[in-house]
Each structure stands twice: as C-alpha cells, then as structure tokens.
C-alpha cells in the first residue's frame, strides 16, 4: 500500500470500488468454425439503469494480499452490462470480443472511510473479477477471472459514491446447440484516491483493497450471501 497519509488517517479504514465480470476465455479448439456471430446484444445483471435501491454484493477492507482486515464496507449496488453476441452458431467462435462495463454505487459506511480520508476524488484503479462460464461452451464448467479499468470519479459530500469500470473479455467457442450461461461470482479492487488532509490541508493521496461477494438482499442492511449474480439472456447457441 502507497500512501501519503497524516497520523489521523493511519486509523482509518480503506475504500471500496467496482466489480466486473469477464465474457472470457477457452481458446477456439483445432475443429471450430470461424468467429461468427448472428445476432448482437447485451447481457446483464437484475439490477436496474442506474443500479437499483437493493444491494447485490457485501465488501470488505483488505490488505494488500487480499487478506481480511476485518472492516466492513458494507453492501453495494452493482449493475453489469455485458455487449456481445447474443447468438452463434454451433461449432463457432463469438466474433466480437464482450465489452463490459460495470455501474457500482458504494454503501454509505464505504464512502464514509474515504471521507475520512479527506478524499475527494477516486483517480482510478483496477478490478478482478471471477466469473462462471456454463452450458454449450469449450470448457465449461468452468472458473474464470477478468480484469477491468476504473475511471476517476469525485467523492460526494454524503451518501455513496458512483464508479463506472470498463472493459473487454476474451472470446468463447460454442460446442453444440443450446445456450451458454454467464454469472459473475466475487472481485477485488485496487483503488486509488486523492485529496486534502482533513488536519493539514496537506495533499492527500492513498491506494485501498476491498474484496466483495455476491449477496441477496432484503434491504440494505439484510443480505445473505450467495454464489453468484448471473447475466441475463443466455447466449443461444443454433
């Protein structure tokens, strides 16, 4: 962790940031056709335009090795969208590499630890994200990671803050007729912010880890976790 941090930010918590998921991965076997895709669209999670009042994942602090630190950040939003084919033929490659963008709105205890900081704005980061590639595909089941780029955002006077990560997938080669299923399961962030001492006035600057998994929830302080956020529509096979 890197950081130019006064004595009163040391005791402080760490921030929060943006889930993914990755349409990602088996490579096309010797027999597959060439990359074809006969329609277009975008999968993506329950969650509404913007991310709807009900949170889908709980968060926590890390260190830098991803280990616990045992402060809660509570639960997020998270809207994922995911552009792709939405159908292909059997034996082919999807053409068009998924574009994938993720919509998070962070619980108010989350953007509560970087107002501490005296943060005023997230300046970008990273996001990996595990995720379940199923149905007619080479590989499937199977257990996948993808990686996604933070944007910089300011950090609100109050309530949570909105963040956007953005990024592309790698392509999956259809078997036989059917459909193939994408869910997004947990992710860790990288976070990067800037800001003002809130002792000093000083510049202030700082990088936080946060790990989050999958919840349902009831309300946003009733959440019981789950194994994963799946997309929707499947991608139909033919």
Same mark, same amino acid.
């Given at each position: ?13 760490? =921030? ?19 990359? !074809? ?27 830098? !090795? ?20 939405? =159908? ?40 990996? =994200? ?66 003002? !001492?809130? !002792? ?33 529509? =499947?991608?139909?096979?033919?």
């Amino acid at each position: 962790m890197t950081n130019t941090i006064s004595r009163r930010t040391l005791a402080k918590g760490a =921030a929060w940031s943006v889930p993914v998921v990755a349409v990602a991965a088996a490579a096309p076997t010797a027999s597959a056709s060439p990359a !074809d895709c006969i329609t277009s669209g975008t999968l993506q999670s329950s969650a509404s335009v913007p991310p709807s009042t009900s949170p889908n994942y709980t968060c926590v602090q890390t260190d830098i !090795d991803g280990n616990p630190t045992g402060t809660p950040l509570g639960n997020w939003r998270v809207q994922i969208l995911v552009s792709t084919c939405t =159908a292909v033929h059997a034996g082919s490659t999807l053409k068009q590499a998924p574009q994938i963008t993720a919509n998070v709105i962070t619980a108010t205890a989350a953007a509560n630890v970087l107002r501490g900081f005296g943060a005023t704005q997230v300046t970008g980061g990273s996001s990996t =994200a595990k995720y379940s590639v199923t149905g007619q595909v080479v590989g499937s089941p199977a257990s996948r990671t993808g990686n996604l780029s933070i944007g910089a955002f300011p950090v609100p006077a109050t309530g949570g803050i909105s963040t956007t990560a953005t990024g592309s997938g790698a392509l999956e080669t259809a078997t036989t007729a059917g459909s193939i299923n994408i869910a997004a399961t947990s992710f860790t962030v990288v976070l990067n912010w800037t800001g003002e !001492d809130p !002792d000093t006035g000083d510049p202030n600057s700082g990088t936080n880890y946060v790990s989050c998994t999958p919840a349902v929830c009831t309300s946003a302080s009733a959440c019981t976790p789950t194994t994963s956020v799946p997309l929707t529509p =499947a991608i139909t096979v033919q």
